[in-house]
């Protein structure tokens, strides 16, 4: 296979999150063409093999975190977004990716491992209410009500749908009387409500 050939094997195994199948392939090219780009798209990136399969597989463990947390693996979609950091250093992970960790790692009873999380999807989109809200999620359910009602308030300021501000309402007297507005039931309803 021609030193070209390995590079666009080694880009379309790296893109589906095959990190080490990809650097073979970009390290084949490398040995048939010391001086091949590896990366056709552009000449400004580094040439070393690891560092192109690592920036192309970094977005892909990003995607693979969003689902696992999803599906209730919260550590593993930690360890995923951690990898996807060492992988490629200057990756610049979404406040919407951060976000999808907070909310469903909160829901899926881990708040306090995610709050990390919370804070850099807060810390990127400080306006944006839907994130304000997935934080006061987890920090109601840490124990920290002062933070959770500011966030929630913020989330009530910015949200023009109705029944969600008067949900938010309802958890935040209930949070000023010292009662936990997060029951299973409610917790189980948030798992299908759209958020930012």
Known sequence: MAAPAQVSQGWILAKQGQF???LYFFQQAQKLDPQIDLNPKTKIIDKEPSVVAGKLAAPVKVKQGERLVKEGKVAEAIAALQQAQK?????????????????????????????????????LAPENGGIRDSRGLARALTGNTKGAIEDFQAYIESEWYYNRIAQRQRWIDALRANKNPFTDEEIKSLFNEWFY
């Not at 200057?90 to 881990?110: E, T, V």
Request: charged content about 25%; glycine content about 2%.
């Open 20 to 22: 080490k199948e990809a």
């Open 87 to 123: 992988l490629d250093p200057n990756l610049k992970i979404s406040a919407y990716s951060w976000n999808r960790l907070c909310r469903f790692g909160s829901l899926h009873k881990h708040a306090a491992e995610v709050m990390f999380a919370c804070e850099k999807a807060v810390t």
